[in-house]
């Protein structure tokens, strides 16, 4: 298999046709409370975000990749690598998978397969990603990818008058490539 993909998932760059789903994820105002958005995103913004966007990780910082889903041919989320540090050598994760591909290890194979991209292709040392204390699944899928928790940032999100804790998640390039033994890493349990 390529690099970005497995016989289930494709990591690949948004396309234009991605329009509608990126509206649904960007609106969902459950997901807020796990990021910073706090205003709706209109159709024209996503559009110009999707015809204007530069995928160039040394250039913004950050990539954003689709997780396609090769059997039906939908996108099932998206992973991103942000806070692209190239001196340090590190970037942080995040992922949002759609609810009608959760729980069926579609997010473990897109962790695995952008720490490899990360870990084999830009050579970063380093991954780290920041996982309320409450969102337990993101906790395991982190955790399933060897990650481990380093630390708790208190009250680090605010929701409404209340706060949550944030885990720091961190997994080295050696630690991946010895969990993986040939350097391709596969999630345990699906």
Same mark, same amino acid.
Not at 90 to 96: D, E, Q, S, Y
Not at 99 to 103: G, K, L, S, T, V
Not at 179 to 188: H, K, L
């Given at each position: 298999?390529?690099?970005?993909?497995?016989?289930?998932?494709?990591? @690949? *760059?948004?396309?234009?046709?991605?329009?509608?789903?990126?509206? !649904?994820?960007?609106?969902?105002?459950?997901?807020?409370?796990?990021?910073?958005t706090l205003i709706p995103y209109s159709r024209y913004e996503l559009r110009r975000y999707l015809s204007e966007a530069v995928h160039d990780i040394y250039q913004t910082g950050q990539v954003r990749l689709m997780v396609n889903d090769r059997l039906s041919g939908r996108p099932a989320g998206v992973v991103d690598l942000y806070d692209f540090d190239p001196h340090h050598k @590190? *970037?942080?994760?995040?992922?949002?998978i759609d609810?009608?591909? !959760?729980?069926q290890g579609r997010g473990r194979m897109a962790v695995s397969l952008v720490c490899e991209y990360a870990f084999s292709l830009l050579?970063?040392?380093?991954?780290?990603?920041?996982?309320?204390?409450?969102n337990v699944p993101s906790l395991?899928?982190?955790?399933?990818?060897?990650?481990?928790?380093?630390?708790?940032?208190?009250?680090?999100?605010?929701?409404?008058t209340a706060y949550t804790d944030v885990y720091v998640l961190q997994i080295m390039q050696a630690d991946f490539v010895r969990?993986?033994?040939?350097?391709?890493?596969?999630?345990?349990g699906e």
């Open positions: 298999m390529a690099l970005l993909s497995n016989e289930i998932i494709e990591l @690949r *760059a948004p396309e234009p046709e991605d329009l509608e789903v990126f509206y !649904r994820w960007e609106n969902d105002t459950e997901l807020w409370q796990y990021g910073v @590190r *970037a942080g994760v995040g992922i949002l609810r009608a591909f !959760r729980n050579h970063l040392h380093q991954l780290f990603a920041y996982v309320p204390v409450p395991e899928l982190f955790k399933k990818n060897g990650f481990a928790v380093t630390g708790v940032l208190k009250d680090w999100l605010a929701a409404g969990a993986s033994g040939s350097g391709r890493f596969v999630p345990s």
